[in-house]
């Protein structure tokens, strides 16, 4: 029996080994993964374990016996040990350059003593030009486990802080947010000395020799956050460009680390545009990003028609959409634009942030230039003032379809709208996360 199956098997490799020689039957990919379990999303293909790719395109799916015809000389095989490969995700609603923003500040969240803390600014000084600022968030004492030998009211000096930061101003925030604590180039920055008296609503924590131990709290805070954020303010373009470059990148690498391949951006500027498309360009941007303008109609007027690209630089960089300007705010705030008043602030159905008139403007050239329009509608009122406005359009345009223009949030919709946003083709841009931090605002 044994014997039986090595010649059949014997007599199979033979058999394609032949096939090959005699006449190859597939084009050779650049790339095969193989011996894995391939998420296919195809229900007439749904079991696969192998994918060929040839310039950036999957040319086949199969098992892994099938796709081993497309292995040449040139072909770069991995084999995936039984992991399973899906197609990279897309993030439909982001802000790609402030997420990579948040990613520059340094994470105290987890810092277990003050000296890490010390230890993360040094490193971050490497990658620091001096006399730029360095920024710090979520540290909170109570969760350092080692603390200092001198302390004051529970918390370190600067001076082991200012040691390694000679040429940066530091601003580290408190996980409250009610304080600060700072280095000595910050206090030498906004002049702050022994005789310093604290602002009104706020205390400059001091040793018993009156030094400032570099704790501010409450309102004095407020001249380090006027000096950094003056500080960027005044910086020559080109350090701007260089952050928001490094923006890029540290967004790509953490969205590429969780799958993500595409990212759509609700709320670039022209300006913004013309970096990415150069990155673009360079092949430097990391993932492929969709990006909408959140410009005054009156700006973008005679501009849009030159900056609409679909699929730039291989895909990389796509600009077709308005949005997400707010016709309302959040709810949280009370800020969602109800037809009914809140029942916890009676006296309240929220607010109109931007004018109807700017968003009907808005669709009059999203619909001129060919953009898709994306506006965030989170109370039930602004979801209809967005559905009227776009059936105005519609209306107006009945040579036009397919638009798929968006309603970015949609968290609370009348029933009678939910029938009208599906004759209408509107899309509800619905984003998992809200069900978790709003949901239990909405009730009824
Ligand atoms: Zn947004």
């Not at 109570?142 to 603390?147: E, G, L, R, S």
């Not at 391949?261 to 673009?280: H, I, N, P, R, Y």
């Not at 800020?335 to 004018?355: A, F, Q």
């Not at 008139?357 to 808005?362: F, K, N, Q, R, T």
Request: hydrophobic share 40%; with cysteine.
């Amino acid at each position: 029996m044994r014997f039986g199956i090595l010649i059949v098997s014997a007599v199979m490799l033979f058999a394609c080994g032949e096939s090959r020689q005699v006449a190859p039957s597939h084009p050779v990919a650049d790339l095969v993964l193989t011996n894995g379990n391939v998420v296919t999303i195809d229900t007439q293909n749904p079991n696969a374990t192998a994918i060929a790719i040839t310039d950036d395109l999957i040319t086949a799916v199969g098992s892994a016996a099938e796709i081993a015809a497309y292995i040449g000389d040139s072909t770069e095989v991995i084999d995936l040990k039984g992991q399973t490969a899906i197609p990279g995700l897309i993030e439909g609603h982001g802000h790609y350059t402030s997420f990579g923003g948040s990613l520059m500040i340094l994470d105290f969240r987890y810092a277990k003593s003050f000296a890490e803390i010390v230890s993360q600014v040094a490193g971050a000084v490497k990658e620091t030009e001096p006399g730029e600022w360095i920024i710090g968030r979520g540290w909170h004492q109570d969760k350092w486990a080692i603390k200092e030998d001198v302390l004051v009211e529970g918390l370190p000096l600067h001076d082991s802080l200012s040691a390694v930061t000679p040429d940066n101003p530091v601003m580290l925030i408190h996980t409250s947010g009610h304080g600060v604590f700072v280095n000595q180039k910050a206090m030498t920055l906004v002049e702050m000395a022994n005789d310093t008296m604290p602002p009104e609503g706020g205390e400059i924590v001091r040793d018993e020799t009156g030094g400032a131990t570099g704790m501010m709290r409450e309102s004095a805070q407020d001249v380090f956050r006027q000096a950094f954020s003056g500080h960027q303010g005044r910086r020559p373009a080109g350090v701007a460009e260089d952050e928001i470059r490094r923006m890029v990148k540290l967004a790509g690498e953490e969205t590429l680390r969780h799958g993500i391949t595409s990212f759509q951006d609700l709320g670039t500027s022209f300006a913004e545009v013309d970096l990415l498309k150069k990155m673009a360009d360079e092949g430097n941007l990391p993932v492929r990003l969709y990006m909408a303008f959140e410009e005054e109609a009156a700006d973008m007027q005679d501009r849009l028609a030159e900056y609409r690209m679909v699929g730039y630089a291989n895909n990389f960089l796509t600009v077709r959409t308005i949005g997400e300007k707010v016709l309302d705010g959040a709810l949280g705030t009370h800020g969602g634009w109800l037809l009914e008043p809140y029942t916890d602030l009676p006296r309240s159905s929220g607010l109109n942030v931007v004018s109807i008139e700017e968003i009907e403007e808005s669709a009059r050239l999203a619909m001129k230039y060919d953009y898709q329009l994306a506006i965030q509608g989170i109370g039930d009122r602004a979801y209809r003032e967005l559905l009227n406005i776009y059936e105005k359009e519609f209306e107006r345009n009945p040579d036009k379809t397919d638009l798929r223009w968006r309603i970015e949030h949609a968290q609370v919709i009348h029933p009678e709208d939910v029938q009208r946003t599906v004759d209408l083709g509107v899309i509800p841009a619905v984003q998992g996360i809200f069900a978790c931090s709003d949901g239990p605002w909405v009730v009824d």
